[in-house]
């Protein structure tokens, strides 16, 4: 090769654009994954290129963040990932909150919450946080009374008044649209209802306030906390674009804090 054409090369590829780092981020089936999908594009731009890992439930994604197997999750709300991190000992944490999706609880059996009966079944989650989370807005909305000390970790053992006397059970968060057809009412976390066809804003017939303690974020291993790509998605995550998508797509049942 010519002095002429090896200098050409090596100016060419001095030229080249370094090349995106990749990151494996896992999430939810529904809308966690979906507003992954518009984060993609905006954190390409700032050189992250994002594989999104669906998992059909919460159970194993901080495992596997833990491990490595992922480099950072958006699924959970804080009072989840603590909880995880206690009873677990995960060495992870959040770096940046994102989404509330307000939980909502449906029927197929009653229209309206004054016609559900006396002995009635309500399900609700298996998981300490959600389950407690459930309970609360049961109370809530005057179905049940807790122990005033129990706070978000309510769990059945709380419930000191129960006047319809409800047969109150627990579900994997992720079976509860299904038990619809069994139950007189189920508690729905919205990433489930959405893909299940409700509509948190028309079909739930409780439903949170889009203020609450049960904002999501996105979790990282803490010794990577710092490393630069973790500042490029939050950065990517919390843009307008995505902020637009999400108020587009969602119209009100996924409500952003940025």
């Known amino acids: 090769m010519s002095r002429f054409l090896l200098a050409a ?3 060419a590829g001095l030229a080249a654009p370094a090349a995106a780092e990749a990151i494996k981020v896992g999430a939810t089936a529904g809308p966690h994954s979906q507003i992954l999908e518009a984060v993609k594009p905006v954190a390409k731009k700032a050189g992250l290129d994002i ?7 919460y ?3 901080n495992e ?6 992922l480099d950072a999750n958006s699924f959970q709300h804080q009072p989840y990932l603590d909880a ?5 000992g995960y060495k992870i944490e959040s770096v940046a909150k994102t989404v509330v999706f307000p939980m909502g609880f449906y029927s197929k059996k009653i229209k309206n919450i004054g016609e559900l009966p006396d002995g009635a079944t309500v399900a609700i989650q298996n998981d300490p946080t959600n389950g407690g989370r459930a309970l609360l807005l049961l109370q809530e909305s005057g179905l049940i009374k807790l122990k005033p000390e129990a706070g978000l970790k309510a769990t059945l053992i ?3 008044e129960n006047p319809k006397k409800l047969k109150l059970i627990e579900l994997d968060a992720a079976q509860l649209p299904r038990s619809l057809d069994d139950v007189a009412l189920a508690a729905v976390n919205t990433n489930y209802a959405v893909p299940a066809g409700l509509n948190p804003n028309t079909d739930s017939l409780i439903r949170e306030k889009t203020t609450s303690p049960y904002m999501n974020v ?3 291993a803490s010794a990577r906390k710092n ?3 973790v500042a490029k998605l939050i950065a990517a995550y919390r843009s307008p674009e995505v902020k637009d998508f999400i108020d587009k797509t969602f119209k009100g049942v996924v409500v952003t804090d940025w």
Do not use: H, Y
């Not at 594989?51 to 439930?57: G, K, L, Q, R």
């Not at 596997?64 to 197997?69: C, K, M």
């Not at 995880?84 to 677990?88: E, G, N, P």
């Open 227 to 229: 490393e630069p790509w």
């Open 51 to 57: 594989t999104i890992v669906e998992f059909t439930d």
């Open 84 to 88: 995880q991190v206690q009873d677990r």
């Open 64 to 69: 596997a963040l833990a491990s490595g197997d």
């Open 218 to 220: 996105i979790a990282v």
């Open 158 to 160: 709380d419930v000191v």
């Open 9 to 11: 090369a090596l100016v």
């Open 59 to 61: 159970a194993i994604q």
